[in-house]
């Protein structure tokens, strides 16, 4: 077997053993607190799905027009359309190569460098990372302020129909540490002339941009240019919040709705932006099963029935699977450049 055929086979079999480890996790999560399958969607109001299907596709409007005024701000020109199916196929992917829910990213960063004009390829793969970089600080942001004034929550975590206060508390340090962490490394991005100051950090950067032929530089100057946009930035972050991180509660609301739940809006936030937290470990194949062990546990701590809270984010999960395996048609109908 050639090198090109081991690393699929290598990809292949760490994409299953993920997906492995998701369904066991949500099947002895659900076996825990005694789902029933059958009871749980026998009664759900199906029309509730509907608004689910279009908040998901408003949600994916709303990053890929982030993408493409992040991409235009260091002269990266790409099509409305073009963002789009672009940030379709990074979903895709993100369910089936490793990486957990930003493996995506790569592929769009692959296929970007075929989109824009020569000379410009440096600039376009990191207006990905910049949009990456956007939408964590909107996340962790937004999270951190849900930790702190929730802290509660955790205190009320159930698994396997025991109430363990002390893995309530290390879940939430766990995810405070995590949320800051990531907060203060996306902030970084913002203050690399300053960093650049550090002894030794400019010549290993000058080895770095010779070695490279001058992209350093360039990122450097792409990062100059967001550093200077403040307003924009800020702009995109509120934007996200509102329109991509805020958004999934919503569809949440609406899914346990339809189970007959009646959740308190403000009890679902939490559940959700921190259940998303969880879904950015790479050990999960888009973060299935880890986001929704923890959407699930958030929502029974809030005083949602667990049936009713199972059953909803089972749904919404399968309606993130069912999008995302559509960025596979984008992928395979609209592969020429721009």
């Not at 073009?82 to 990486?99: E, R, W």
């Not at 450097?220 to 972050?237: E, L, N, Q, R």
Request: aromatic share 12%; with cysteine; proline share 3%.
């Amino acid at each position: 077997m050639n090198e090109k055929g081991r690393k699929f086979l290598s990809g292949a079999i760490r994409t299953i053993l993920k997906l492995a480890v998701a369904a066991a996790v949500m099947i002895w999560f659900c076996r825990s607190f005694d789902f029933n399958a059958v009871a749980a969607f026998s009664n759900f109001n199906y029309l509730l799905v509907l608004p689910v299907f279009f908040i998901f596709i408003l949600t994916n409007i709303a990053a890929s027009l982030r993408w493409r005024a992040l991409a235009e701000t260091i002269q990266v020109d790409i099509t409305p359309f073009k963002a789009f199916s672009l940030t379709m196929q990074g979903l895709f992917f993100s369910l089936v190569i490793p990486g957990g829910s930003i493996g995506g990213d790569v592929v769009k960063m692959a296929a970007i460098t075929g989109h824009v004009k020569q000379g410009s390829r440096t600039e376009g793969i990191f207006s990905i990372v910049m949009d990456r970089i956007v939408g964590m600080i909107a996340l962790f942001a937004l999270a951190l302020v849900l930790l702190i004034i929730k802290r509660d929550l955790f205190t009320e975590l159930s698994f396997d129909r025991k109430s363990i206060p002390f893995a309530g508390t290390l879940l939430w340090w766990i995810f405070t540490g995590a949320c800051s962490a990531g907060l203060l490394a996306a902030l970084v991005i913002f203050i690399h002339r300053i960093i650049e100051k550090l002894p030794g950090v400019r010549q290993l950067l000058a080895f770095a941009d010779k070695k490279s032929n001058g992209k350093i530089s360039r990122l450097s100057s792409a990062a100059d240019s967001y550093a200077s946009c403040g307003g924009k930035i800020t702009f995109w972050v509120m934007i996200t919040i509102l329109f991509i991180h805020l958004t999934p509660v919503l569809s949440m609301y609406l899914l346990l709705c339809g189970t007959g739940a009646a959740p308190g809006f403000a009890a679902v936030i939490p559940a959700v932006i921190i259940g998303n937290i969880a879904g950015l470990i790479p050990l999960f194949p888009g973060g299935i099963g880890a986001r929704d062990t923890i959407t699930i546990a958030l929502l029974a701590a809030a005083g949602c029935p667990v049936q009713h809270a199972a059953a909803a984010q089972l749904l919404a999960t399968a309606v993130m699977i069912f999008f995302n395996l559509t960025g596979s048609l984008f992928f395979i109908f609209d592969r020429k450049t721009v």
